[in-house]
C-alpha cells in the first residue's frame, strides 16, 4: 500500500483564513489517519502581492491550530532553475513553444471564438513557427487538441473535459517567471505528492495539470476537490458573514480544538456526532465521508462549540492559556497567585460552564485577583444598602470560627447567619455577592469564598460594610 503524501500551498498574500485552514486541516488529517506526511509548500511566485509578514501570519496560524508539517517549508520563489528545468523538458519533447502573439492579438483570437459560438481562447497561431526566444516571448504548453480529459475525483465522481475547449496556456511569461498551474505540477512531482486535497474552485485548472503530468511522465496524484465554505446567504465566505482569519479567533478566546472541530464538520461528517477532541478526528477522518455539498459557516454554532470544548478540558490544561486573556483584563500574569496552577485550576472550574470563550473567562475572572472590589453601580445600590450591614457582619463572625473553608462548612455558617438574622438566603447571599465580586452575577458563593480563601473573603465583606457606612 502506497505511502500516503499530501501538501498545503498558501500563497502569501494575506492572512491564513478559514477556508484555507479547512483545507490544510483535511490534507493534514487525511496524512495523520494514513500514517502518512503531510507537506507544508509556499506559493509565492507572485512577487508583488507575497510578503513575509503573510508567511509569518501563515506559519504563526498554522502552529497555534497544531497543523505541524513532515517537509517543508518549501518555497516556489526558490526553485525556479527547477521550473525552467521542466520548460526545457516539454521543449525537448515538442510539447511546448515559444508565441509572440500580442494581447491585442490574443484578445482578437477570444472575440472571433465567442462570435462563431465557441470558447474565447488562444488559437495556437504560434504553435508550428518554430520560433525561438525573445524578450517578448512566452512558453505555451502544446495541449491535446481533440478527444477529453477525465478528473478522476474521489469527492464529485468523475468529471469530463472536452479538450476542444481547452488552449494552449502558457507556462513560462516573458519575464522567465513560470505559471501557477506549471509550478503546481512540477512541485507536485519533484515532492512526490499522491494525494491532492483542495477547495472545488480550482477544479477548472485540474484537466490543464492532468496534461501536464501526462507530457512529464508522471503519475496522476489522487484529486479531492472540497466544496466551498459559503456564509449564511450561500455567497463566498468573507469578513460580513463573520468570518475572520484563523490569529483573530485565537485573539478573541477561541481554543485551537473547537476551531478544528468546528472546520473539519464544515464538509465532514461522521454520523450524527458533532462534537470532536483532537484525536478522535484523525482516527474518524476519511476522504469517503466529504460532502458534495457547500459548508454554511455559522459563527454562532462555532462559539457554541466552543463553549463546549472549554466544558470538556481540564482546567489545568485551560490555565497557561488563559493567562494572556487575563493581562488584557489588567491581572498581572506574574503574580505568584495567578501563577499558581491549583488557584487557576480552581478559578477556571467555577467558570468554564459558563464561558463562550477565554475572552469571557477572563472578564469573569477578574475578581478572583483583585485587591480591592469595584461595585457595579446599579449591583451596589440594590443590595448594598445600610439594611445588609448587620447580616454582613454576623457572617463574618461565623465564618473566623469555622476550621475549613469548604462548601459544606460554608453553607452552616449561611444557615447559622439566617436563623441569627430571620433573613431568607438571598438577603444575606446577595450582599456578600456583591461584596466579593463587585457583581450581581457570578459562580456559585460557596464556590467563590472557598476559592479565594478566608483571608480574602473576610477583607472583602469588610469593605462592603465600610462602604455601607459611608453611605
Known amino acids: 500500500m502506497k505511502k500516503i503524501i499530501t501538501r498545503f500551498p498558501p500563497s502569501p498574500t494575506g492572512y491564513l483564513h478559514v477556508g484555507g485552514a479547512r483545507t490544510a486541516l483535511f ?12 507537506i507544508l509548500r509556499i506559493e509565492d511566485t507572485d512577487r508583488q502581492r507575497s510578503t513575509q509578514e503573510s508567511v509569518d501570519a501563515i506559519f504563526e496560524a498554522l502552529e497555534w491550530l497544531g497543523i505541524d508539517w513532515d517537509e517543508g517549508p518549501w518555497f ?31 484578445d ?27 524578450d517578448r516571448s512566452v512558453v505555451r504548453f502544446a495541449a491535446p487538441s481533440s478527444g477529453s480529459t477525465i478528473v478522476n475525483d474521489v469527492i464529485k465522481g468523475n468529471v469530463v473535459f472536452n479538450n476542444q475547449e481547452l488552449d494552449d496556456f502558457v507556462i513560462l511569461r516573458s519575464d522567465d517567471t513560470p505559471t501557477y498551474n506549471f509550478v503546481v505540477v512540477v512541485d507536485d512531482i519533484t515532492m512526490n505528492i499522491n494525494t491532492v486535497i483542495r477547495g472545488d ?17 508522471a503519475p496522476l496524484p489522487d484529486f479531492g476537490h472540497v466544496p466551498m465554505v459559503l456564509g449564511a446567504d450561500r455567497t463566498r465566505l468573507s469578513k460580513r458573514h463573520g468570518a475572520m482569519s484563523v490569529t483573530a479567533y485565537r485573539d478573541d478566546g477561541f481554543l485551537p480544538d473547537a476551531l478544528i472541530n468546528y472546520l473539519v464538520r ?9 462534537f470532536f477532541t483532537r484525536d478522535e478526528l484523525i ?8 460532502g458534495t455539498s457547500p459548508g454554511i459557516f455559522d459563527p454562532e454554532k462555532l462559539t457554541a462549540l466552543n463553549a463546549d470544548h472549554i466544558k470538556a478540558t481540564r482546567p489545568k490544561t485551560l490555565a497557561p492559556m488563559l ?14 497567585q495567578t501563577g499558581d496552577q491549583d488557584f487557576m485550576a480552581s478559578v477556571i472550574s467555577t467558570l468554564n460552564t459558563r464561558s463562550k470563550t477565554l475572552l469571557d473567562m477572563a472578564e469573569g475572572a477578574r475578581f478572583y485577583f483583585a485587591d480591592t472590589i469595584s461595585y457595579e453601580e446599579k449591583a451596589a445600590k440594590k443590595n448594598l444598602t445600610p439594611g445588609a450591614a448587620h447580616p454582613l457582619a454576623e457572617l463574618i463572625k461565623e465564618l473566623e470560627g469555622i476550621a475549613e473553608f469548604t462548601e459544606e462548612a460554608l453553607g452552616v455558617a449561611f444557615k447559622n447567619v439566617m436563623e441569627t438574622t430571620g433573613l431568607k438566603m438571598g438577603k444575606i447571599a446577595q450582599p456578600a455577592r456583591v461584596a466579593l465580586t463587585g457583581k450581581t452575577v457570578s459562580p456559585g458563593i460557596f464556590e467563590i469564598m472557598e476559592v479565594i480563601g478566608r483571608e480574602k473573603t473576610l477583607a472583602r465583606l469588610g469593605q462592603a460594610i465600610d462602604f455601607i457606612e459611608t453611605l
Open 201 to 217: 474552485d480550482h477544479l477548472n485548472n485540474t484537466p490543464k495539470q492532468i496534461q501536464l503530468y501526462k507530457a512529464l511522465g
Open 108 to 134: 482578437a483570437m477570444r472575440k472571433k471564438a465567442m462570435a462563431a459560438g465557441e470558447k474565447p481562447k488562444y488559437d495556437g497561431s504560434c504553435r508550428h513557427k518554430g520560433l525561438k526566444k525573445s
Open 27 to 38: 490534507n493534514w488529517l487525511h496524512a495523520r489517519h494514513c500514517h502518512g506526511k503531510f
Open 283 to 290: 482516527e474518524k477522518f476519511t476522504l469517503k465521508n466529504i
Open 76 to 106: 516556489q520563489s526558490e526553485r525556479f532553475d527547477i521550473y525552467r528545468a521542466h520548460v526545457q523538458t516539454l521543449m525537448d519533447k515538442g510539447l511546448a513553444y515559444h508565441c509572440e502573439c500580442s494581447k491585442e492579438e490574443i
Open 323 to 336: 493567562v494572556p486573556f487575563l493581562e488584557k483584563q489588567g491581572v498581572d500574569a506574574k503574580e505568584s
Open 266 to 274: 464544515l464538509g465532514w461528517s461522521h454520523g450524527d456526532q458533532e
